[in-house]
């Protein structure tokens, strides 16, 4: 059972377009929103991260929006560049466990 | 700063075989996972240790053990390894105190495994 369902697969966006990765859930005891970001061959790295309480937490192109009422929450990408191509991957906590669950990726392309 | 250190990188096993995926920290973090990632599965936790001396069942732990050697060292072994067990395999570990709050998970680089 897929806690956390993530959509879409694979995205391919303009140089200078947005891009939007969203990603849903069921379990009302989640606590911690984080998005990885990975590149080929490499681990996937914390990219921004939110807190339910929280509506929307921007850092520089990214934002995270979350929807608490609709167990919803999204990855804007800003002025995306080639160098944003990778894969993307949402995530939660349970509140009280160390457990991090993650949706099956976003493969992201940016074309110049 | 070397951050979360994998052993192998590649290996290939035959089916039946067996062999541990090595992994270290050295940020002195609590808590340490093996997830596994396939294309269409995302990343899927095998196996977690809150703490040193404690381990619990991901998603996905039949066909592995882990041990929790010591703080820094958190093992996954594949006791007779298995056509579907042809993965890349990541190690993780946090600081995360569990309770509530942030946890945030370095990643090694990963082991890609791949059973004949």
């Known amino acids: 059972q897929q806690q956390v369902k993530q959509s879409p697969q694979s995205l391919i966006v303009q140089k200078g377009g947005i891009s939007i990765i969203n990603c849903a859930y069921e379990?009302?005891?989640?606590?911690?929103f984080p998005w990885y970001q990975q590149f080929p061959g490499k681990g996937p790295a914390l990219l921004i991260a939110?807190?339910?309480?929280?509506s929307e937490k921007k850092e520089g192109r990214f934002t995270i929006s979350f929807n608490k009422s609709a167990k919803q929450f999204s990855l804007h990408i800003m002025d995306s560049q080639p160098g944003d191509s990778a894969t993307y991957f949402c995530?939660?906590?349970?509140?009280?466990?160390?457990?991090?669950?993650f949706g099956t990726g976003t493969k992201l392309q940016v074309i110049p | 700063n070397a951050g979360v250190t994998q052993t192998p990188k590649f290996q290939v096993l035959k089916t039946g075989q067996s062999m541990t995926l090595q992994c270290a920290q050295d940020?002195?973090?609590?808590?340490m996972y093996w997830y596994r990632q396939d294309p269409g599965m995302g990343l899927r936790l095998i196996y977690y240790?809150?703490?040193?001396?404690?381990?619990d069942k991901g998603e996905v732990p039949n066909g592995y053990n882990v041990s929790r050697l010591n703080k820094r060292e958190f093992s996954l072994r594949l006791e007779s390894a298995a056509p579907s067990q042809t993965s890349v395999y990541f190690c993780?570990?946090?600081?995360?105190?569990?309770?509530?709050?942030?946890?945030?998970?370095?990643f090694g680089a990963g082991s890609r495994l791949t059973v004949l």
């Open positions: 993780a570990s946090s600081d995360g105190d569990g309770i509530s709050g942030a946890n945030v998970l370095t």
């Open positions: 379990n009302t005891a989640f606590d911690y």
């Open positions: 939110i807190r339910p309480d929280v």
């Open positions: 995530a939660a906590k349970s509140g009280g466990y160390q457990k991090v669950t």
């Open positions: 940020m002195n973090h609590n808590s």
């Open positions: 240790s809150a703490s040193e001396g404690t381990t």
